[in-house]
């Protein structure tokens, strides 16, 4: 199916599934242990064999030589597969890095060697046996001393932009802002690790994984591997989380693959948490230069959002600036990326990739603004809303309603409380109350699926779709129940399998939109099927109550499927709209903080996010993506850094100890309120996606929450204890 034109009345409008809150229809299987992970596959008729990986001990250079002899002699080793073994390797289209292979060292713990072993500890003990030798060479690891070096990266990344004349402007604005916001490193930290189990059948392969997208994955992989893609089998039902960070083939596969190769049996192989942070992705820290310049009554004249950022020799800058090009009106604008060549491990997406960098600085410096203005930071965002595409006017926003979010949370959260920066005080805390705008492009990706109806009246769904947590197989049997007029319980679910059609994966928020409209596709495919296997005209045809109804006729869905069943497959494709149209999400993020005024500790006491997304497939799993999203936002504000050691190339803290994420304790009393609002322009599901909305915006309002309650302004991520101490008011 394309989508060329707005969607107009279609079933999905009846409401009686979508939109509901539904629960999970996956929750009792992870409730009770039984949804099976990665790791957790485990056929008790197959030998399986476990891997463990060796990580580099330098950031850069050569491998020399591997001594295995005494691993290779330890109790329960069946095997060692090494980097020199294998040799180089053909690397995969998406990632930056080599996985694996060969004896070049790129980043610190890129994987030398797999030792394979009976048991897992054996495979432990050995693999602390390998004897490694390493030429080094000098990195860059340090984004400050690279700032000079770095350079416009790519065209493709589309890494530069200007209307208008911005610095003339700037330099005339009656009011000004020029100001230096750091954003560091960041690592993905998801619950489950990165692990592979592999089997060979012949020249076949099945891999039990942890992916957010099948196909990509699946390219890489045949791609890594040397082999036709046809016979890489690919499984990935349940995923521990990914936040971005199992978008692309990691080495887990890779190592399980030719370990299981090289011992004639299945193996598995996890990554260890501490090799988590060094050997595969991260978000890369940001160094950003952000100008504003404005009339006294608060209309902005002139806009400037300059972003440096690191990558290894191929890779990419962080897009920090782009939401810059799109949120707040303003004649003259510019906005500029730099990449570094940084020998750190690569960096690449996570959760809103840009816009959540980008937005910790940018709503930092509207806070900042609205106070030299002497105005509500509100009412300065809402002076300088634009209905139209900022760089582009003849293009309208689908639909954007920032201005309804931010008036709501006003509302909702007491913003009428808010008193002058640090005048409010309860005992020790000092309490203050922060704002800031979110915002997130609403992507879309093709997405197949293939629908079943057999002789029982079950619906069945077929998608290489992926639930990473998000709810992505309730939305689906309710997109199904909705469009074939039953209810969710007469529909099931199958995800993750490279069998089934190739569907958006889930990325970039573009999941629950994109791959709904998959099975909407079928499902009007399935609709087809079976009103011309009945003869009914299908204009009129109506699917309600388990039954199809055409004039006066009603067959039963069971029936009308017969004993061979009926099936249908499609796949959405998308036109001009997002040409036509810029598409957008909109919210606005309410906090409240208390600051120790002794030890500048800070306790967030109060989220409110006020989200404007299109139509909300289910309340439930929506409100969970974004509270899950703005606790993400509080570690960003508070506590989440990858410590670089700027002499050795390497981050320090690795592993969940060291890399603070937010605790339950850490989070207070969150609200989500989602507007009623469709998006015509975005998909027949007039949805849009909320998982990185929920992200984008909530450590600014954190950070001017801190501004608010304690008068200190901290322009550099994360807003730690020892940033505050030295400004606090003297207690003693
Ligand atoms: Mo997202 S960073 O595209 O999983």
């Known amino acids: 199916m394309q989508f060329e034109k707005p969607a107009t009345t279609n079933p999905i409008d009846q409401l009686k599934v979508v939109g509901k809150p539904v629960q999970r229809i996956d929750g009792e299987l992870k409730t009770t242990g039984r949804a099976r992970y990665a790791y957790e596959w485990h056929d008790p008729n197959l030998p399986y064999a476990y891997g463990y990986p060796v990580g580099s001990a330098i950031a850069k250079g050569q491998i020399t030589s591997i001594d295995s002899a005494a691993a290779k002699k330890a109790p329960g080793v069946l095997g060692i597969v090494t980097a020199l073994d294998v040799g180089n390797l053909q690397k995969g289209k998406l990632n930056t890095a080599n996985l694996f292979g060969g004896s070049v060292i790129q980043h610190y713990h890129q994987v030398v060697a797999v030792v394979v072993a009976e048991t897992f500890e054996q495979a432990r003990a050995a693999a602390a046996l390998l004897k490694v030798d390493y030429v080094p060479e000098k990195g860059a690891f340090d984004l400050r001393a690279e700032m000079a070096n770095a350079k416009t990266p790519d065209p493709s990344t589309e890494p530069e932009s200007s209307v208008g004349d911005f610095e003339a402007a700037f330099s005339t604005a009656a009011v000004t802002l020029d100001a230096e916001y750091t954003t560091p490193d960041q690592s993905h930290a998801m619950m489950e690790p990165h692990a592979s189990i592999a089997a060979w059948d012949g020249d076949e392969v099945t891999v039990w994984t942890s992916s957010q997208m099948i196909d990509w994955w699946r390219s890489d992989f045949a791609i890594t591997l040397g082999m036709d893609k046809e016979k890489v089998h690919l499984m990935s039902p349940f995923i521990g989380g990914g936040f971005g960070g199992k978008l692309f083939l990691r080495v887990d596969a890779v190592l399980a693959a030719f370990a299981a190769n090289a011992v004639g049996r299945p193996v598995k192989v996890a ?437 608010n309650a304690t008068g200190i302004r901290v322009r550099h991520y994360p807003i730690t204890l020892d940033k505050l101490i030295d400004e606090l008011p003297n207690v003693a």
């Open 271 to 707: 990554l260890p948490r501490p090799m988590i942070s060094n050997n595969t992705t991260h978000r890369p820290a940001t160094i950003q230069r952000i100008r504003i310049g404005a009339e006294r009554d608060g209309k902005i004249t002139a806009i400037g959002h300059e972003s440096w950022s690191g990558d290894l020799p191929g890779g990419g800058p962080e897009t920090a600036v782009m939401q810059t090009r799109l949120l707040y009106a303003g004649e003259n604008r510019m906005t500029a990326m730099k990449l570094a060549t940084l020998d750190l491990p690569e960096g690449n997406a996570m959760r809103a990739p840009g816009e959540a960098p980008g937005l910790m600085a940018l709503e930092i410096a509207i806070d900042e603004m609205s106070e030299k203005l002497g105005m509500d930071p509100i009412e300065f965002r809402i002076k300088n809303d634009t209905l139209v595409d900022p760089e582009n006017p003849e293009r309208p926003f689908s639909h954007r309603d920032l201005i309804g979010c931010l008036k709501l949370g006003a509302e909702k959260f007491g913003w009428d409380q808010r008193k002058n920066p640090a005048t409010r005080r309860e005992g020790n805390w000092m309490i203050g109350m922060g704002v800031a705008a979110a915002f997130r492009n609403n992507l879309v990706m093709p997405s197949g699926a293939r629908v079943k109806l057999d002789k029982d009246g079950i619906v069945t769904v077929e998608t290489d779709m992926t639930d990473i947590g998000t709810g992505s197989y309730t939305i689906i049997a309710q997109t199904a129940a909705e469009m074939m007029g039953v209810g969710v319980d007469r529909v099931a679910v199958q995800l993750g399998d490279s069998r089934f059609p190739v569907s958006a994966g889930s990325g970039g928020q573009f999941g629950a939109n994109s791959a709904t409209s998959g099975v909407y596709a079928a499902c009007v495919k399935l609709r087809e099927a079976i009103a011309s296997k009945l003869g009914f005209n299908s204009a009129d045809v109506l699917f309600e109550d388990g039954e199809v109804k055409s004039g006066n006729r009603v067959v039963r869905l069971a029936e009308a499927a017969g004993v061979d069943g009926l099936v249908g497959e499609d796949t959405i494709e998308w036109g001009e709209l997002t040409k036509t149209h810029q598409q957008s999400t909109f919210g606005g993020h309410f906090v409240e903080v208390g600051v120790d005024v002794a030890t500048g500790e800070t306790r967030i006491r109060r989220m409110l996010a006020v989200c404007a997304a299109g139509r909300i497939l289910n309340p439930i799993t929506a409100r969970s993506q974004v509270i899950g999203a703005m606790t993400m936002g509080a570690g960003g504000a508070l506590s989440e850094e990858l410590a670089v050691d700027t002499r050795h190339g390497f981050f320090v803290n690795h592993d969940l100890a060291g890399y603070e994420v937010p605790v339950h304790a850490d989070i207070p009393h969150q609200e989500v309120i989602f507007m009623d609002e469709t998006d015509p322009y975005s998909s027949p599901m007039k949805a849009k996606g909320v998982g990185e909305l929920g992200l984008c915006g909530v450590s600014a309002a954190i950070a001017n929450a801190i501004y």
